[in-house]
């Protein structure tokens, strides 16, 4: 698939800290190949990615997209949602704990918790299973990956109360700049996506102003949270410039800053790259 016109070139390299290439949800546009997805994005400097797994079959997926790509690392877990679902919840912890353990995979996640979809008073699976991970994580000493929607208070308080691993990830961040205060007092960091260029995201953009230098991250949750000018389309690690740009924008930062901030940071929590 050829890359999409008009997608300015980044200034430095950045890496997307969290994708599904496997994942299409739109019929009226092809899926690209795994290998035509990673030769767009790095023709604009997206020069790594994290293939994320939500539930068995896909984090053993991106198990195997990241052992046939040097540029491909993964994550895997049983995203809330799924765990809330799952009928063999024991079993399926114990297959995701041994992916987990497997070189390949740098993180564990996505997991946490998911108001949106799942009443807070049925999200016991939830809580059973975010807490799995988050043992799964101090064992292996990997990141932990966060799922949060619509969970904030309740997400925050198992960190505090259950204890947080060394390294949390809040994947595609949702708070505000109050909740960021709270991420980097902890030293958590914040994953911002392409709903920072959406116009009604400035809770966002807020918070970005007041996240350190180096706890904030980058991703496209692809084919997800497609970022301004191309709202409306399946999104790629490709049109992660938009993201970048406004990050950088909106933090009053250069471009080259960002991209090397960006990408440090990565690289400590998922690298070496």
Partial sequence: MAPTENVPVLAGNVVDTHCHMDISFDDDHQ?????????????????????????????????????????????????????????????????????????????IGETGLDYYRTDKDQADKQHISFRAHIDMCKELGKPLIIHDRDAHDDVIATLKNYGAPNTVVFHCYSGDAAMA?????????MSFSGVVTFKNAQNLRDALVVAPDELILVETDSPFLTPAPFRGRPNASELMPFTVRQIAATRGQSEELICDLLFSNAARVFGPF
Avoid: F
């Fill in 181 to 189: 205060k709270i991420c980097a007092d902890n030293g958590w960091y």
């Fill in 31 to 107: 899926l690209a190949t795994v290998d035509e997805a990673l030769a767009n994005a790095a023709a604009v400097g997206v020069s790594h990615v994290i293939q994320v797994g939500c539930d068995v079959e896909s984090s053993r997926n991106a198990v195997a997209i990241a052992t046939a790509h040097d540029n491909v690392w993964a994550t895997v877990a049983l995203h809330p949602n799924a765990a809330a679902h799952d009928t063999h919840l024991d079993e399926s912890l114990i297959a995701i704990r041994e992916l987990a353990a497997l070189p390949v995979v740098r993180g």
